[in-house]
């Protein structure tokens, strides 16, 4: 429903990040190029090895949209 | 690219579409034909046209009568003939991202013996006798031949066994107070004033721990983030869980709720805190029935312990204390206040088709974790949580699950998120152990790990115990989505690579959808009930509710009959729900009640904001 509001979704860019924290529920992460962070429960990350601080990570993503007025 | 023999044997009914320039003249075969896997995406960006389309089966072995480019769709008046083989023109796509039951194949066959096969036709009416032998008599799913082929050839039907037995009373309550000493008087359930001390103390991360009664006329109350919704019940002398008798408390559950000492939610990510009566989907298996009164306990721990392991667990051990008092008081109550009786039986069925649950929980820590088997229904004491167990499969009887089994400490997600409650009335398990055209064999439980080589560690055990288990059959669940999708789907690998039918159930629809998959996946289950198809925070909402349970077990009676599923759209469809739950009315002749989503409920603040931007 919502996602229909957004106009530049489909636009999906690269990015890069390095872990900065790891708890038993959430890990954060700083994006590279000081881009931000996020904070995302465990489970929204694909892991083959343990997680570590200092692990580095990608993923896809657009930019964000301001959809109310 | 071209595609293989083999593939093209199991698109027969694709359009066939020229995967390169190919000259007049050319005999067709596999070798000139594109994947069908990708036309989904060349149509939607209208490089390709698949109006009047043959299909693989159609054209294999014709031959071209034009000079036509790649990616062009093979039509009639391209090909000197048409084959036979295959049922004519391009079928509609009807499944969405969680495909379902519905075939219209002219085919079906069951244990090897009988076998229907009808290229092309019209009106054909098969009369087959029932009862050559049990077995699945009915698949649901409306085909030329639904139904009919249940022969189980020379499997022997043996007598039903039933295995063990669990009896239910039940005990009303009408009225929670405080008072002196915990203790039920009728229907009035009492707790002891200042047991919050105690319970405080027998944790060193809670540091505060509020209890509130709340009923129905005063639900309008804010809660912190709902951590679970357990049932009060006990085991009645030396009954064993999932066994012997449980004494049950009707109307009355426990809610345990907190966060930590500066107010963070447990729970963080995606948390079901506000308004009680705007966040609560109510009467689904795992929440509140509406009207029920709530023994509502707010719990504080250390700050940061909400995202470590040690942190819900101790809230939950903190609240049991309580609880656990009330089930001694409950042990104590007069026979005579027992209102009602309900018995339980596992009935073995030998000779039908053998099917297990395979139920995936959450194991990544946190509260994503569970304790499985308590002495006491939903308890914690003698329990072991799975990440501890490094959350290989546990094998329970189905009884055990009804009877509490595991007492969940819930994952995020709080729309899909499976609460002790649930267990102790899941629908999927209900409604296997009372249906007669299968043998029930089990419930298998798997934790879900952070890291992929240990989730498919987990998922390999998966497969090998349904394969010493010898089921023909297993359905698949899961609560949330995430990485737990990348063992959900294993463990369908796992399980379909040894020939076993397998239907796969979860929350998927449009935020959900599986972000890994294989050839095995082909008939899942969606357990949204949202309108938008997302993770709206409302607690319970997309859980496992009894018409997803109906629809999964007709897919898989369907799978096991031998009839196709369809393909998925590529797209979610609400629509192809309401289809498949018309379909399986009109096969069973009993309606399926659909249960009311978020709409039904006053709008928070919260969703408002975040949901309804309008």
Known sequence: ?69 | MSISAEYAQEHLNDPAVLCCRREAGTQLSHHDLEDPAIFDDLVSSGLLKLDGALTIGQVMGSTLTKTLDSLNPILKDCVDKVQEAAASAVAPAATPTAPAAASSVTQSFSGGKLKIHIGEGKGIDLEIPMGLGGGVASSGAAGAVAGGASAEGSAAVGAEKVVRTLTRKHFNITEVKRGKETKIDGTTLYIREGIEKEAVESQELVHDLKVDIITKDNYHIYSETIMDTQPIATKEGDSELGTGVTRVLDNVVMMLTGTTDEGVQIGEFGSSEGYLDENVMWNRPSCPDHGDIIIRGTVKIENLKNMERPGPLAAHKAFDVITQEIRLALKELDEKYCVSKEEFKQVRRPGKKKVALVKEIMGQGAMHDNLILPVEPVGILGAHPNVDLCNVPVVCSPLEVLDGCIHALTCIGPASKEQSRHYWREPMVLEMLFDEEIDFAGVIFVGSPQINSEKFYVSKRVGMTCEAMDVEGAIVTTEGFGNNHVDFVSHIEQIGMRGIKVVGMSFCAKQGALVVGNKYVTAMVDNNKSEAGIENEILGNNTLCPEDAVRAIMMLKAEMTGEPIKKPEKEWNPNVKSQNIELISSVTGKPVELVKNEKSLPMSDKYKKKYANA
Do not use: C, W
């Not at chain 1, 962070?37 to 083959?48: A, E, G, Q």
């Open chain 1, 1 to 69: 429903m919502q996602t229909h509001k957004a106009k530049y979704i489909d636009k999906v860019n690269y990015y890069e990040g390095i872990i900065t924290e790891v708890h038993d529920g959430s890990v954060a992460l700083d994006i590279k190029g000081r881009l931000g962070s996020i904070r995302i429960p465990k489970r929204m990350i694909i892991s083959d090895y343990e997680l570590k601080v200092g692990q580095e990570v990608a993923f896809n993503m657009s930019f964000i949209e301001q959809i109310s007025n």
